[in-house]
């Protein structure tokens, strides 16, 4: 194919062409000094869409949402300084979660780099913790190359936020620009295949199992391997559990789901990781939240087979007996192959255990309740919305109600800060999630401290018209925090009372938008019905709600993952 | 708790120094000495680093220095036979009474007089970390005016190379 010739542009042009080559749709963004050579670019295009947020935390947090719940690259654009700053939770967000991200900074010109000059800072050593890469372009001649390379890192191996530093005078510099097809770096070669070698032990444990177990995480979402996923499941027969992040990538209305593991995982979940004999584990990482004290789990003699695209996290909380480094997609694709036509141990035994477990039935709580439980509206935002809407969350108990009780039978359903734990995420995600699936039902779950923590994006919601429903679950205070004050300070609510609160519908309709308050459990369902029926509208439904309700079951920190508080303990 | 020695073959930018030390403070690994300078081909730095950990903590170093995007190459010399170097420059107080005996301790440690005062000796000293150190604690301590040392570098011996 005939490439366009190469043209002399300045290096703001070559940044809107770059991102025009990846065929980048959105950029969220908020303009600034070091930056206005991009943005006039930009307003002299209608190739890439501009999103104008509120604060620079919102504009990535949207791009993340955005790459999350599709399967492409979010883009953000920030000026230097302050603007790099405020976008630095939301690229630590994205980096904990391995979310495929770049990042374009505005920087000072290059003369003035390390002067102290206005609105400088060293970006480029603040992000250098929370990015997969990042780099500073100071010659206008390497500017499509770092553009290439960015997106190259950011979507291959394990994904993540990279960062592109570029000093205004790079901006207005020139060169012939023309886009590399490809990049080949000596230094960064993601593997894809599984050792056949290690494969097969993998098949020949799990067929010699009598009490299996998988347990999957973010990584087969992210990896796009859910469909083989399913296949494995169901030909071996076997449990399977998902984690925070992984939810989805198995249906949670299949009987052989256990539901999430970890801190507030189920107990059947919990209890079959602590004693099965075999342990699959895929695209997971054994964090402290999943499971608990490593030492406790290391109790229980079991072999466990580990997939994961990345080395490192292979045997870093967990000794595992089978490490497979490899794209999951593919080594799940080698794993089918060989189990084709292989018979599996008889299981029944260890499935009437787990339906022993089942029988504990850990997430019940108080049906009859004259106060609105927040586990009812969440029972009651999955009818309404019938398991098809994406969910994005905020941190705290509703992420953990959420995920307990939204049943996402879909990969990239579920939106949340697993990693990081980011409050403030849930609107500005959304928002990106509404732009990647244009007419389909977002949902923010969210309470009342944590949509303080962005509210400023409603404004964003109404220029655009992001008929997001925001689930906002009011209990006055930072529920989670005030259980962890319950359980283990004594009840001593120290600072975690949201005194002062602002009405959300007055807030809300301040913004343009319609609110809702509701404090009857009788008019929770009609409220989401009224809600989602707007198709157009952004509504906010501020849900009164039990203010000391708890998150169960729970691992306290520090505790094995069999050691969990029972609803029906206290 | 064992002590390595890594050797890192590392793209020539600026900034990789400041990731890998930024990597080891993060995750809280040991340095015990780093040194770093380019190779015959100058796109690349070579690095040696003696740290020291479990086993454990050894894996997840050299794991975590591969995922560093400008990382061409990681391997840990001390897991097969290496030989390994550092220069230490010395200045001891050599006056009249010293001097003989100060020249016969640098003498046994195959150790050079590089420069000479009225009253001090700079002695330079190659060897491994254990050889220095045998020379400072052989000294009167009070005679010590001055050291600095480069850290360790090392090589694998043989056949054994690490290349791009």
Redesign the interface.
């Known amino acids: 194919m005939d490439r366009i010739k190469t043209q002399t542009l300045t290096g703001a042009e070559i940044v809107i062409r770059c991102l025009q080559e990846e065929a980048v749709e959105y950029v969220f963004g908020y303009p600034g000094g070091a930056v206005l050579f991009i943005y006039d670019e930009l307003f002299k295009q209608d190739k890439v869409k501009h999103v104008l947020v509120r604060h620079e935390q919102g504009a990535v947090h949207a791009a993340d949402g955005y790459s999350r719940s599709s399967q492409k690259v979010g883009v953000a654009l920030v000026t230097s300084g302050p603007g790099v700053t405020n976008a630095v939770t939301g690229i630590a967000t994205a980096y904990m979660d391995s979310i495929p991200m770049v990042v374009i900074t505005g920087q000072v010109p290059t003369h003035a780099i390390g002067l102290d000059a206005f609105q400088e800072c060293d970006t480029v050593g603040i992000t250098r913790p929370i990015v997969k890469h990042n780099m500073l372009v100071k010659d206008v001649k390497d500017l499509a190359s770092a553009m290439k390379k960015a997106f190259h890192i950011a979507t291959t191996g394990r994904p993540g936020p990279v960062v592109v530093d570029i000093p205004k005078d790079v901006t207005t510099a020139t060169c012939e620009f023309s886009y590399p097809d490809e990049i080949a770096m000596r230094s960064y070669n993601p593997v894809r295949k599984g050792h056949p070698g290690q494969i097969k032990k993998a098949v020949q444990l799990l067929l010699e199992a009598k009490r299996p177990m998988i347990y999957t995480g973010g990584g087969v979402v992210l990896g796009n391997a859910s469909s083989q996923l399913r296949e494995l499941v169901k030909q071996l027969g076997f449990p399977c559990t998902n984690t925070l992040m992984g939810l989805g990538a198995y249906p949670a209305t299949d009987r052989q789901f256990l539901g999430m593991l970890g801190m507030h995982g189920t107990y059947e979940a919990n209890m079959a990781m602590q004693h099965c004999d075999v342990l699959l584990a895929i695209g997971a990482r054994f964090d402290d939240r999943v499971i608990g004290n490593p030492a406790h789990f290391a109790q229980n003699p079991r072999k466990i087979i580990h997939i994961d695209i990345d080395p490192s996290s292979i045997s870093k909380r967990v000794k595992v007996d089978v490490p497979i480094v490899g794209n999951i997609p593919d080594v799940l694709d080698d794993v089918l192959k060989l189990i084709a036509d292989q018979k599996t141990q008889d299981t029944s035994a260890w499935w009437k255990q787990i339906d022993e477990w089942r029988g504990k039935d850990c997430l019940k709580y108080d049906r009859k309740s004259k106060i609105i439980k927040p586990q009812f509206v969440l029972e009651k935002l999955y009818e309404v919305t019938k398991g098809e809407a994406f969910v994005t969350s905020d941190v705290g108990q509703h992420q953990m109600w959420a995920a307990q009780f939204y049943k996402f039978d879909k990969p990239r359903r579920w939106i949340n800060s697993g990693g990081l734990g980011t409050m403030g995420f849930g609107l500005p995600a959304a928002m990106g999630v509404v732009l990647a699936n244009p007419g389909a039902t977002v949902a923010c779950v969210t309470g009342e401290s944590s949509i303080q923590m962005c509210l400023q994006e409603l404004s964003t919601c109404k220029q655009y018209r992001l008929p997001i429903k925001i689930v906002n679950l009011n209990n006055k205070y930072m529920g989670m925090v005030r259980q962890w004050q319950q359980f283990f300070h004594g009840n001593r609510y120290s600072e975690s009372y949201m005194d002062a609160l602002p009405d959300f519908v007055k807030v809300t309709e301040g913004y343009g938008h319609r609110g809702v308050q509701i404090d009857k459990p009788a008019d929770v369902e009609a409220a989401l019905k009224d809600a989602f029926a707007r198709k157009d509208e952004l509504v906010f439904l501020d849900f009164i709600t039990d203010q000391k309700e708890n998150v169960y079951p729970m691992i306290p920190g520090g505790k094995g993952i069999t050691e969990m508080i029972l609803y029906e303990d206290l | 708790m064992s002590r390595h020695i890594i050797s890192v073959l590392?793209?020539n930018e600026?900034?990789a120094l400041?990731?890998i030390s930024?990597l080891f403070s993060?995750r809280g690994y040991n340095i015990e000495t780093l040194t770093v300078a380019p190779t015959e081909d100058a796109s690349m730095s070579r690095m040696t680093i003696v740290t020291s950990g479990s086993e454990?903590v050894i894996?997840?170093i050299t794991?975590?220095l591969?995922?560093l995007?400008?990382?061409?190459k990681v391997i840990d010399l001390s897991e097969a036979e290496h030989i390994e170097r550092e220069l230490m420059l010395i200045k001891v107080r050599a006056g009249q009474k010293e001097r003989e005996d100060m020249k016969r301790m640098a003498d046994i440690f195959r150790g050079r007089i590089i420069d000479v005062s009225d009253n001090t000796y700079t002695i330079e000293l190659t060897g491994d970390g254990a050889k220095l150190d045998a020379f400072i604690k052989s000294l009167d301590q009070g005679s010590i005016i001055e050291t600095v040392r480069t850290g360790a570098s090392g090589i694998g011996r043989g056949n054994r190379v690490l290349r791009?």
């Open positions: 590392v793209e600026a900034g400041s990731r930024g993060a454990d894996e997840q794991k975590q591969n995922k995007i400008e990382i061409v791009a």
